[in-house]
């Protein structure tokens, strides 16, 4: 039998460009994959058009690739900061006008 391999993506482990062998296909998860360079265990990343790979963890498993992750928590760090910003106004005006 043929292995069927993913495309080409970075591996999380070893961080080589490689596509990853599936161990087992999964219908409502996604394939568990390994890395042929490092044999570590993979699977694809959840973000569209994203071909690297995210870690298999031993309770969960990541939905994205450590790439995907890191802009995620930027994102997510820019809008707190922006929310943050955009709650003060409200709280100055509140305190102001709190005349009894
Ligand atoms: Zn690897
Ligand atoms: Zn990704």
């Known amino acids: 039998m043929v292995a069927k391999r993913k495309p080409l993506g970075k591996c ?3 961080e080589a460009m490689v596509q990853a062998i599936v161990i087992e296909e999964n ?4 394939d568990v994959c390994v890395c042929p360079e490092c044999s570590g265990k993979i ?4 973000t569209p ?3 690297d790979y995210a870690l298999v ?3 969960y498993d990541d939905e994205l690739c450590p790439d995907c992750m890191a802009s995620v928590r930027d994102a997510a760090k ?21 005349d009894d």
């Open 12 to 14: 999380p482990h070893c």
């Open 27 to 30: 219908n409502l998860r996604r």
């Open 43 to 46: 699977l694809v990343c959840r």
């Open 49 to 51: 058009g994203c071909k």
């Open 57 to 59: 963890g031993e309770n």
């Open 78 to 98: 820019t809008v707190v900061g922006t929310a943050a910003l955009a709650a003060i106004p409200i709280l100055v005006g509140k305190a102001l006008s709190s």
